[in-house]
């Protein structure tokens, strides 16, 4: 997927034109790769019912966002059931209605961060885990939770649930310039620049926060890496990370598309 840079298109929701404005080849692109991504996460068990939202900015128009709807789990979306909304909370593509919370939260995100063109928010069970637990929740014991160090930052209150913009608002200044949040007693979130980098991070992040559970069930002291080795293992795994994360997502539309192609549709 293209970063969105370009310049805002005046949309109004009722025009021909607009329902041609957003079918484009990259829109498209954008509502492919983002199906994709709500099917592999249920099938690895990172959904939670009809709950989380994945959203992405639409490219060309940075003031719109897809995302899913409102009471459609993870594995029965599909490229075409994805809404275009605007930050007002209109909906100017698609048949539904995101849920309040969604809209709430990854519109403020997606507002107040620029480098957020994908936000992917779950419940994902080994890293929620960890987001209930007091102190930090990754100690940097493990090579692979390396590739967030630097990139983590964590909000420590709870506010219930997002049903105004000032949870969201709240949610987007504790996110700051990090890409990866810990919200305490509730779960995580991921900004990204793309929709691929946001799937590779949410990917690993899930599987970072399971070992660590693993190594603290043992109840043995996690043994921490220095952090001058600590910060040399996150560059080292930068410096290759966007063509990686494009590569891992296109494997994942490969084993869908052998196994559940109807995410196309």
Not at 207 to 234: H, M, N, W, Y
Request: proline fraction near 5%; include cysteine.
């Amino acid at each position: 997927m293209d970063d969105v840079t370009s310049t805002d298109s005046t949309i109004g929701s009722n025009s021909r034109q607009t329902s041609d404005e957003l079918k484009s080849p990259a829109i498209q692109q954008a509502r492919l790769d983002l199906a994709a991504c709500f099917r592999m996460a249920a099938r690895l068990g990172l959904h939670e019912g009809i709950c989380n939202h994945f959203s992405a900015l639409v490219p060309g128009h940075p003031r719109l966002f897809l995302v899913n709807p409102l009471g459609y789990a993870f594995d029965e979306i599909t490229a075409s059931s994805l809404l275009i909304c605007n930050f007002d909370g209109e909906v100017l593509a698609g048949k539904g209605e995101p849920e309040s919370t969604a809209f709430h939260i990854h519109g403020q995100v997606h507002l107040h961060h620029p480098h957020a063109v994908a936000c992917f928010h779950t419940h994902m069970p080994n890293a929620t885990a960890l987001s209930m637990l007091e102190g930090p929740p990754l100690r940097w014991a493990g090579q692979t939770s390396l590739r967030f160090y630097g990139r983590l930052a964590v909000e420590e209150r709870f506010g219930g649930l997002a049903l105004d913009n000032r949870e969201g608002e709240r949610m987007a200044a504790a996110l700051g310039s990090a890409n990866v949040i810990f919200l305490k007693n509730h779960g995580v979130m991921v900004a990204a620049r793309s929709i691929a980098q946001a799937w590779d991070d949410l990917y690993y992040l899930e599987r970072v926060c399971e070992v660590e559970r693993l190594a603290l069930s043992t109840g043995v002291p996690l043994k921490p890496v220095d952090p001058q080795i600590a910060r040399l293992t996150f560059e080292q795994m930068e410096s290759g990370a966007e063509e990686a994360s494009q590569l891992h997502l296109e494997s994942i539309k490969r084993r869908l598309d052998k196994l559940e192609p109807d995410y196309r549709d």
